[in-house]
C-alpha cells in the first residue's frame, strides 16, 4: 500500500519509515497517524523485516511537531483524542517486536522529539534540534513526551526542558543522554545504516527478548525486573538461535542467526 504523508522502504532487513511532508517540516495530522498505524502493523507482521528506522524527507526536519494548523480547528474533545492517537501510535513504535532507530536529520521539535523518544536509541545530525516548545503555545507535550523524556533525562532535566520550552541542539542532547551519537549531517544515514545492519545481523530471538526484557523492566522495581530478565534468559538458551551464537564460538566460526526460537 501507498501512502501520501509517509514513506516505507523495505531493504532486506531493514525498513526505512520516513515522515514526508517536508512543506509543513513534517509536521504529524491526523491523516499522517491513520497512516504511521498501518504502517507499523504491516512492519510488525513481516518477518523479513529486523530493524525500523524512522527519519523524516527533506532536508531541515525530522518532525517540527503537532500540525499546528489542524490543531487550532480542533475542539478540546477533538485535541484530547488527538493526543491519545499520537500517544497510543508512538507506544506502538515502542512495543514493536523489533529494534527502532530514529534518524534525526533537523528539527525534532514537540511531537517530533516525543516520535524520536518512542524509538530504542536516537542518532542525530549535528544540524539536530530537540526539544517540547509546546509550553510556548500555551499547551503540553501530549504525545508522551512529559512521560519519555523524563525516563530518559531524569524529572529536573525533563522539568526545565518541559516548562522553559527552549530546545537544545544536538551536543546538548548527546549530554543530557536524550541521544546516542551525533553524526555530520550528510553520513547521518549511513552511520544509522551500518548500526541497523549491525542489529540485523544479530539473533533477533536475543535481540527481541533484550527489548522487552529492558522495556517491561524500566515499568517496574529492579526485583521483578531481574526475574523478568530471568524468564527471557532461560526462553532464549534454548533457542536455536543460542545453540548457533555458543556453537559458533566454540567452533571459532562466524555465527549465522535464523532467528529461530526452536
Ligand atoms: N505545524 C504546522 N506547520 C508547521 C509546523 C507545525 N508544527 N512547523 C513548521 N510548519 C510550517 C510553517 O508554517 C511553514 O509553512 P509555510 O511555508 O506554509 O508558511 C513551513 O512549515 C516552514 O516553516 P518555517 O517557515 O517556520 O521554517 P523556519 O526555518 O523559519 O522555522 C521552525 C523552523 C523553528 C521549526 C518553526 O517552523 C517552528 O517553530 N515550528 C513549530 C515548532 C513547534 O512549536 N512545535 C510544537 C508543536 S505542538 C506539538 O508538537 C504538540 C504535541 C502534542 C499534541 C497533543 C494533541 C492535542
Known amino acids: 500500500m501507498s501512502f501520501e504523508n509517509i514513506i516505507l522502504e523495505v531493504k532486506g532487513p531493514v525498513a ?90 533537523g528539527f525534532a521539535l514537540g511531537g517530533g522529539s516525543e516520535a524520536a523518544m518512542a524509538c530504542d536509541f536516537i542518532y542525530a545530525s549535528d544540524k539536530a534540534v530537540f526539544g517540547l516548545p509546546e509550553i510556548t503555545l500555551g499547551i503540553i507535550p501530549g504525545f508522551g513526551g512529559t512521560q519519555r523524556l523524563a525516563r530518559l533525562v531524569g524529572a529536573n532535566r525533563a522539568r526545565e526542558l518541559v516548562f522553559t520550552g527552549k530546545t537544545i541542539k544536538a551536543a546538548e542532547a548527546l549530554a543530557y543522554g536524550i541521544v546516542n551519537k551525533v553524526c555530520e549531517h550528510d ?7 551500518k548500526t541497523a545492519e549491525l542489529l540485523a545481523s544479530r539473533g533477533s530471538v536475543a535481540l527481541r527478548a533484550a527489548k522487552e526484557v529492558i522495556l517491561n523492566g524500566l515499568k517496574t522495581d529492579l526485583e521483578t525486573g531481574c526475574r523478568i530478565e530471568n524468564d527471557a534468559f532461560g526462553l532464549t538458551m534454548v533457542s536455536e538461535d543460542a545453540k548457533e551464537g555458543t556453537g559458533a564460538f566454540l567452533e571459532k566460526r562466524k555465527p549465522v542467526f535464523k532467528g529461530k526460537l526452536y
Not at 43 to 52: F, S
Not at 56 to 81: C, H, Q, R, T, W
Not at 187 to 193: F, G, H, I, P, S
Request: no cysteine; charged share 25%.
Open 16 to 105: 526505512t519509515l520516513l515522515f514526508n511532508r517536508p512543506k509543513a517540516l513534517n509536521a504529524l495530522n491526523n491523516a499522517l497517524f491513520d497512516e504511521l498505524n498501518l504502517a507499523l502493523d504491516q512492519i510488525r507482521e513481516n518477518k523479513e523485516i529486523r530493524v525500523l528506522v524512522l527519519t523524516g524527507a527533506g532536508d531541515k526536519a525530522f518532525v517540527a511537531g503537532a500540525d499546528i494548523a489542524e490543531l487550532v480547528k480542533m475542539n478540546p474533545l477533538e485535541a484530547k483524542s488527538f493526543s491519545r492517537k499520537g500517544q497510543k501510535v508512538f507506544s506502538k513504535i515502542e512495543d514493536l517486536p523489533i529494534p527502532a532507530i530514529a534518524a534525526v536529520n
Open 187 to 193: 553520513t547521518l544515514m549511513e552511520e544509522v545504516m
